[in-house]
């Protein structure tokens, strides 16, 4: 129940700043994000390419969380 509460923030946050959560054909469906822990509290990790280099903007609860890190980032907007 907390991580749907979580997903529907996150979309609202995302709304209020104008910002696009990037779709991916991936298993999370979100460009950047990648459930790396199932089964632990932030499961999914958020990822961009920034300079030739793989950087990692941390784990989150739910994948629409880790979508809103990427879309926050530069390599997002």
């Known amino acids: 129940m907390a ?8 979309l609202q946050q995302a ?5 696009t959560l990037l779709m991916a054909e991936n ?8 459930l790396t822990n199932p089964g632990q509290h932030k499961p999914y990790q958020a990822r961009v390419w ?5 950087v990692h903007l941390g784990y989150f ?15 997002g907007q």
């Open 3 to 10: 991580s749907e509460m979580a997903s529907e923030q996150a």
């Open 61 to 75: 609860a739910t994948a629409e969380e880790a979508a809103l890190c990427v879309a926050r980032s530069p390599e």
């Open 27 to 34: 298993k999370t469906g979100y460009f950047g994000v990648k």
């Open 15 to 19: 709304q209020a700043e104008e910002l």
């Open 50 to 54: 920034r300079g030739g280099k793989d």
